[in-house]
């Protein structure tokens, strides 16, 4: 369990339970088919001035369905790639990371020294790894099969936390948010071997049809490690899961900041939670401490009583099938299907398994991240884009404070720390100043599997490392290659990889208006995390801490729930819809951002207007811009399981929040009886 910092889009982890994700890497989402290395040139599909005319289908009313206007024609004429749990211009892009990354991955596999072309190499034989069989990780199962008594599970418990193993409850380090400056332990719910707690409580027949697969899946995983009775075994694992999912937290409780800040001492999380050793758990995890934070209160009182009242040989069923999924990429080829049949094709739709080149480009730039990313940058980041990128975020920083300025429900005293609030962000664009030392990283050829465990020991060590030690201010969540960016409350920054300053989101010499409405939105949004349901919670030096008056967060409150309102009003299935609680944050950050980024391009018009281009003024193509950064087909199972576990909007609505803002309006002219037309005074307009 890792937090959390809110990010512009999901990206789709593909085994192992949701919460209990290591580091938010760039996760490999499927590749389309076995490529040449010479990267592909996004720009030519985007048209002549950065918006692509073809995709659109204009045979749809803009007021009716703007995603579908604006890209229908892609949509209907693009399928998804056969190793893709979705197809769009976050995994178009991803696609180019992956094909620059192993360029830069093939060149140090020459040097037999060079730990990056190591692993990988290492990782590619198959061959070895199949020769091997589940020798290399036999001491580590022997050591569960020797688990006597359910007092001894916290011990064993804090073993596979260490080796990135999913256990009944997450741990890491992490900053305080109450006091930023220091470090703190933090604990979280976890035991799920499915992505949420809906899985095993829907009824929901599509959710009830996973969960008969998930049950599959142990049985499989069982038989595979040779266990007698798998299939008694694999009930008894989903029905004490399901007794897990009943006490867990929702998603939406999950990731509200003031309900899940319960700092306490060791000693009363003890006789709070009675049934499992969080002394022994801590302290072989390899931390002392007298305090936690912990971030669901009664879901570990409920998951101690669960562990401590359970058959010892569900535990170890469990801890067995958690492990074998977890390292399954690296195990022979029996347990890598085996896990994608479950993690990639039933729970995400895909139908076929990635290439095993782009898995081992994932696995060497999660394991020797910062490695791979100084060659990166130097090879793929020109530095004028990161001088561009710095003038739009100023420009866009400014129109947030020119709406600070006008809100009319904001007391002036507020509005002032708003804006302190505004002045101390930190803006990181393109790649870190300081990198990672992996010297202490031993990566071995022909152990395929010890290097991905000694890497999982190596974060691991590295995030406890932290209690203690001045707040790493020059560390990133994420690398360079990654397509995403992301707002972190207590660092009070925004943060913007190198690649996704890149078309269809940003080109320094492309049109303005498709640039502001691309990264410069995706800038308003980062920008408006910090002031969303949850990020307007921390002050201007980044604490928790209540800086608003009450009639401020009482008038925001009731703006926030006309949004909340309008997001659970989409359908998406019969009987799934947009859960807008859940997803208010992520839609705060759109309304907010795509409004400012519009600000702040016409603020850089000055007193001009923008020319017309190919028959579309700058302000269509400012909109347009925002809809097609968002275009993306998802397969059914994928989409299903975002509106479960994504706190983002699916693409077609987090494009239709422009029918909140009046420029829309007048750049499409949609009018009353149009399905996304609301009327000026049911416009929801927070910022
Ligand atoms: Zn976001």
Known sequence: MKKLFVMLAATTALAGCATTAPMPVAVAEAPQAEA????????????????????????????????QFANGTWAKNTPIPADKSNFGMFTMLDDLSKERTRTIIDEAAMDPSNKIGLAYATYLDTAAIEAKGLAPIKSWLDEIDALSSNAAYASLAAKAGKRGIGGPVGFYVGQDDKNPDRYVAQMGQSGLGMPDRDYYLSVDPKIAATRAQYLTHLTNVLTLAGRP????????????????????????????????????????????????????????????????????????????????RAPVQVLKDQLVVRT??????????????????????????????????????????????????????????????KAKADELVRNVVDAMGRRIDGLTWMAPATKARARAKLANFTTKIGYPDRWQDYSALEIRSGDALGNAIRAAEWAHQDNISKLGAPIRRWEWGMTPMTVNAYANFGMQEIVFPAAILQPPFFDPNADPAVNYGGIGAVIGHEISHHFDDQGAKYDERGRLNEWWTEADRKSFEALTKQLVAQYDAYQIFPGASVKGAFTLGENIGDLAGVTVAYDAYRHSLGQSEAPVIDGTTGDQRFYLGWAQVWRRNYREANLRQRL?????????????????????????????????????????RVW
Request: hydrophobic share 40%; proline share 7%; no cysteine.
């Open 36 to 67: 040449a290395p010479t990267p592909i040139a996004p720009k030519s599909a985007l048209g002549s001035f950065g918006f692509d005319q073809a995709g659109m289908d204009t045979t749809v009313l803009p007021g009716n369905n703007f995603y």
């Open 229 to 308: 009775n798998p299939a008694a075994r694999a009930k008894a694992i989903l029905d004490h899961e399901t007794a897990v999912a009943r006490v867990s937290w929702t998603r939406t409780d999950s990731r509200d900041a003031t309900k899940t800040y319960n700092l306490m001492s060791l000693a009363r999380l003890r006789s709070m939670a009675p049934g499992f050793d969080f002394g022994r758990y801590l302290s072989d995890s390899g931390v002392t401490v007298t305090e936690v934070i912990v971030a669901q209160p009664t879901a570990i009182t409920g998951i101690a009583r669960l562990v401590s």
């Open 324 to 385: 074998l999924d977890s390292y399954a990429s690296v195990l022979p080829a029996a347990f890598d299907k085996e896990a994608f049949a479950f993690y990639g094709t039933a729970l995400s739709g895909t139908p076929e398994q990635e290439v095993r080149w782009k898995r081992g480009v994932g696995f060497v730039t999660g394991s020797l991240a910062d490695d791979v990313s100084k060659i990166y940058v130097e090879r793929f980041y020109p530095p004028e884009t």
């Open 644 to 684: 479960i576990t994504d706190p983002h909007s699916p693409s077609e609505q987090r494009v239709a929040v422009v029918r909140n803002m009046d420029p829309w309006y007048s750049a499409f002219g949609a009018k009353p009886g149009e399905t996304l037309y609301l009327a000026p005074d049911k416009r929801v």
